[in-house]
């Protein structure tokens, strides 16, 4: 008899990425490869980034002769990244699932339903963290070439296997509160979103704060080689243990090694069962209890029903807003930027220090500079604009219904770049209200940042789009899916952050190297932002709504 | 009302043929009935009249309007009553309904008035304010025909309409269909209830293999077989087909 928790799994994997049979409907081999070789290109560059990156910090902490300090950062980013998105990914991908009523039907246990979730999260999590650590293992071996063996790259296999899951149980483990909560009270949905901010929130200002305790207690002003040379690695050996265990299995020696990996090996093991105990004892009643039909306190006379009319697109873009908002999925998934912004701007407000440095520092720096600034952390957050990303394929079932309506794709599409440009305020406005407030950016620059930075991210709302408005993801069974198991929406992520990488060359550039006013630089961002408005915007309008009408759904 | 002229639609790259060369005609006024054995071609038809797909070859007019050169003057002159309905649950049935008055341009009045009547008609006034995932299959149904409804369409197609709904809201909906001829309009739908097409409808056409087989009054399908029942009709039809 076969293990059900595998066959579980194996259905979920097939349903999920169409591995039983595509639809018959194909793109053209030439585009497909053309998309594929502009994805890789573009990878390529930014994995490039990375190891250069990388590589600056493996041979400062070679000259500092703390090599391994190189190795145990990138391993505590891959398990701190994996533990603070897989919250978001946990949530969509193990409780707010569409088969959910499925599965409880069927003769299986909690635990085995869980075991197969948790195993798709995994290997999604999996391909993140190879990008990451296989490269700087490289790095690392290259750097420290007496550590570069057979051996080496075998045991940095079996760690960048392993890496995810305790986060990811970590995560399953921490977002348990949440959900027991969530199933007592009356508007779960909402409870859910807000609870899991206010969670990755928390995490992000304790870690903060603890970094911050940190350097308080370092007399050094040397911030960095103090982080390396006394505190990081005693801190992660006392704090997370396998973090340590992790990068010792790898680059440890002998016998080292060998306890560290089966340290690990044994947490890892641990730390599954543990969870899958515990999501044993609540996940079938919190699965329950987000399928049960609440109904509203308050009826609504028939007559009352009727709003105020509006214009189609209007209605376009706020069927968008309402749908984005009512999802726990789409909410952390889609308006991560704004979260990201308000951490920002609260941050300074735990260390006095740090906020006085930055407030000298504004005062100290001319006020285009500071708008440029301003205008490009507005750009970069709108580079993980992912509600913008997979605007289109979000729709779902739902697109078949505006298909036979008596609106025009143009028009459909001009709503769904309205909607994507007016997102990128969840963050913009953050930032000019906290640049102001808490780094004391005077009004004029602050302002003229944040319509630069709008400008700009309204440019980049276009090129965030059209991968998805040409080849929408329709088919999910849960939320997450069309917004992180969408490679149209990472290509048009991609796009968005060349486009920004262009604009910033060019102001950098007009800064940099000219004898032109500081201004000359906001003024030119402001052109090039205007006028990929005014190319992007039509181009894909034309395009998507030619291919959105010959989309079968 | 809606012609049909030489449509043909297929899939997997011309291998399947869903609709092949299919030729209608429905009068204004009549209730029309599309029947046809499961995957014969009847849904794949209705997404074709209602602009959700898109034809190989072939015309599709609604009250004078192409569907290709003016879909949307084509579109706004349909109700479309879809067959499943798991589509944007997180809206309520409230926001639903004004987003679909938005996109057909109905006033408040005219809004608040088919409201007040569908919504009473269907018994769904108490579920308007939820939001769509709570609904059973049969409530949904409802919102969707009270949507579809809303801006008093001269065309209204419903696919396979009376699946999920309780006796009391079949029968409403069967007076509605009726009302809704008499008022000058049109039905078009599919179903698989023969008892519901051979006592409501006018005409029906029966579809198989993505053909019409048969079309006409049931007398004139009848040709001369006296007291035969559409099932009978439609099982030597379909049959017939099959051994082909």
Known sequence: ???????????????RFALGGRDGKRAKPIVTAVAVVAIAALAAVYVGLYCLAVDALTRAAVAMEYPDIAYDLVIAAVMAICFLFGIPVVLSNLFLVRDGELLSSLPVTPGQIFSSKFLLVYLGELVLTAIFVLPATVIYAVRVPEVASLWFFLRALYVTLLLPAIPLLGAAIVVIPVMLIASKVRRRELFITVGSLLLVGAMFILQLRLQSMLDASVENADLFGNLLKNNFSRLSAIAIPPMSWASNGVYGGGLTSVMSLACFTLAVIVCFFAARGIMSLIYRNSLRSLLENRRAARRIPSAQAAAEPTSPLSAIIRREWQTLLRSPSWVLNGLTGGLIALLFMILPLFENETRLAFVSLVSALDPSLLAVVLAGAIGLLSCVNAAASSVVSRQGAGFRILKSLPISYEKICLGYLIFGSEVCLTWAIPLLVGSVAVLGLPILPALGGTVLGLVVSTGMT???????????????????????????????????????????????????????????????????????????????????????????? | ???????????????????????????????????????????????????????????????????????????????????????????????????????????????RAALEKYLEMFEIADAVGDQLRTYSHGMRQKLMLTAALMHRPPLWILDEPLTGLDPRSAHALKKEM????????????????????EKLCDRVAIIDNGRIVAVGSLDELRAGKVGESLEGLFLRLTGESDEK
């Open chain 2, 1 to 111: 009302m809606l012609k049909i002229e030489n449509l043909v639609k297929s899939y997997s790259g011309g291998k399947v043929r869903a609709v092949d060369c299919i030729n209608l005609e429905v009068k204004k006024g009549e209730i029309f009935g599309f029947i046809g054995p499961n995957g014969a071609g009847k849904t794949t038809t209705i997404k074709l009249v209602t602009g959700i797909l898109k034809p190989d070859s072939g015309s599709i007019t609604v009250d004078g309007f192409d569907m290709q050169s003016r879909p949307i003057e084509a579109k706004g002159r349909i109700g479309f009553v879809p067959d499943t309905h798991d589509a944007w649950d997180r809206l309520t049935g409230r926001e639903y309904l004004n987003f679909i008055g938005d996109i057909y341009g109905v006033e408040r009045e005219e809004r």
């Open chain 2, 178 to 197: 009726r009302a809704h001829c008499d008022g000058g309009n049109t039905v078009f739908f599919s179903t698989h209830v023969l008892e519901v097409a």
């Open chain 1, 1 to 15: 008899m076969k293990n059900k928790t595998f066959v579980l799994f194996k259905a979920q994997l097939t349903a």
């Open chain 1, 462 to 553: 276009a090129a965030m789009s059209i991968v998805d408005m040409l080849r929408p993801k329709l088919d999910w069974t849960n939320e997450a899916e069309p917004i992180k198991q969408n490679i149209g929406g990472l290509a048009g992520m991609i796009l968005s952050i060349a486009l920004l990488a262009v604009i910033g060359l060019a102001v950098y550039f007009v800064m940099a190297h000219t004898t032109l006013p500081l201004f000359a630089g906001y003024a030119v961002g402001m052109v090039l932002g205007l006028a990929s408005i005014g190319i992007l915007w039509p181009l894909t309008i034309k395009k998507a709504a030619k291919r959105l009408e010959s989309i079968d759904c």
